[in-house]
């Protein structure tokens, strides 16, 4: 069974430009989960879909940050325009119910 | 909301001795603790998991320890060795129909040879 995978795995842009990244969660997994580590510290949620309905973004930092999740299968997160404290490791995890996520291998997110 | 602090932020440890991480919650109704382990490119994996039910929970030579009047939980890793260096994440899960987990800020653990 393939895991969940992120795309790319390490993007470097510049301050005010746009990203675009991409999970697919493993195959039948309803909830998708959005996280992101910055500069070392501890791993902060995002947001969580169950299938193509946001459940909770409360973890969005603000209006620069849309996720979306089309037909309940991948999800993007888009961010427009990126700041400097965006930059960071972004994660997206998958699960079947509650319990049990499974996580990707991140984005290396660098804002220059 | 949760709040999860983790010490130490570093541990090293000779192969074959014991690592212990400790970890502090701080809203009583958690019920959910995971550990998950980082290996070097990838994403965090969850290792071994206890809920508030549970004192105690042991596979192989990870074991968890869970004190829910002190709001205390720990990962003890026995007989290390040079793969079980990693950085190590401790969280909790506030019950609810979906789980919102809030980590800890990592331990990186080296095993040295």
């Known amino acids: 069974e393939a895991g969940v995978t992120q795309f790319p795995s390490h993007s470097v842009i510049e301050k005010g430009q746009t990203v675009t990244l991409r999970c697919d969660p493993i195959s039948g997994h309803d909830n998708l989960y959005w996280y992101r580590r910055v500069m070392g510290k501890e791993i902060k949620f995002l947001l969580h879909f169950v299938k193509e309905s946001k459940q909770d973004e409360s973890g969005m930092p603000n209006n620069r940050f849309l996720a979306e999740r089309t037909g309940g299968t991948y999800s993007t997160l888009k961010v427009q325009p990126a700041e400097l404290e965006d930059s960071g490791v972004y994660f997206c995890?998958?699960?079947?119910?509650?319990?049990?996520?499974?996580f990707g291998p991140g984005t290396r997110l660098t804002v220059t | 909301g949760e709040n999860v602090e983790q010490h130490p932020s570093t541990l090293s440890v000779q192969e074959g001795d014991s690592a212990v991480i400790k970890c502090t919650y701080s809203d009583s109704a958690s019920n959910y603790f995971p550990w998950y382990k980082q290996e070097l490119g990838k994403g965090p994996q969850l290792i071994i998991d206890?809920?508030?039910?549970?004192g105690e929970k042991k596979d192989q030579r990870i074991a968890v320890t869970l004190n829910k009047t002190a709001k205390h939980f720990s990962l003890h890793i026995t007989e290390t060795q040079p793969e079980d260096s990693a950085v190590y994440f401790c969280a909790a899960s506030l019950p609810g129909g979906y789980q919102k987990v809030t980590f800890g800020t990592g331990t990186k653990l080296q095993v040295i040879p």
């Open positions: 995890a998958s699960s079947p119910r509650v319990y049990e996520q499974y």
């Open positions: 206890i809920r508030s039910n549970v």
